[in-house]
């Protein structure tokens, strides 16, 4: 064997090696997920629509209407998301209440959840920014922020329209976009789901 052989075969060795080192975590996960009864008290795979293969979406900037200054992104935190056409009125608050309440009650896992808004059009920034008042920690992620590739990988049930659907969808910190769930869905339900990924992955 030529040493240039011998470095080309090094170099692929090294690349797949950096390939597993960054996929592993994620797509692990969602085998453990998927495919095993670690750490599941029986019943049921999973409570939500599990989105086979996750549909990985890009990096954005989120803001807080709360805590302008902060930098916060997508990535790195594990993801409660449901999206509004305008400004938060009752139905809203009533979910943001709910993604609220779903991140306090996964316990000590609370600080690798953030929740997040994808709103269509903020139309009257003072007003919604009223609305969220007494929800420290809400993100918001105005939809001009992102393409419509992004949008559409929302599309989990046929041609549906995110913005009209009312799902609650999961996004793991690598920006993958892994569950869904119904308008009329329990939180009970998105709890044991979270408590449940939450035993299988360290992402």
């Avoid at 803001?63 to 998301?81: A, F, H, I």
């Avoid at 903020?122 to 992620?141: E, N, R, T, V, Y």
Wanted: hydrophobic letters at 35%; aromatic letters at 8%.
């Amino acid at each position: 064997m030529t040493v240039d052989q011998s470095q080309k075969r090094k170099s692929r060795r090294t690349i797949l090696l950096i390939l597993v080192i960054f996929l592993a975590p994620s797509v692990g996960s969602w085998i453990l997920y998927k495919y095993t009864d670690l750490g599941r008290d029986g019943g049921a795979a999973s409570h939500g629509e599990l989105i086979q293969p996750p549909r990985t979406l890009e990096n954005v900037d989120l803001y807080d209407p709360n805590k302008p200054e902060d930098k916060v992104e997508l990535y790195k935190k594990w993801s409660l998301l449901y999206f509004i056409k305008e400004n938060c009125d009752r139905k809203c608050v009533e979910n943001v209440y709910r993604m609220q309440q779903i991140r306090l009650a996964v316990g000590k896992h609370y600080n690798r959840v953030q929740r997040v808004l994808l709103v269509k059009q903020i139309s009257d920034q003072p007003k919604l920014k009223d609305s969220l008042k007494d929800f420290h920690g809400q993100l918001i992620l105005n939809a001009d922020q992102v393409s419509p590739e992004f949008i559409n990988a929302f599309k989990v049930v046929g041609a549906e329209d995110p913005f009209s659907g009312g799902r609650l969808y999961i996004i793991d910190p690598l920006g993958n976009l892994m569950m869904s769930y119904a308008p009329d869905q329990n939180p009970t339900d998105v709890i044991k789901d979270l408590e449940r990924i939450f035993r299988v992955s360290r992402i």
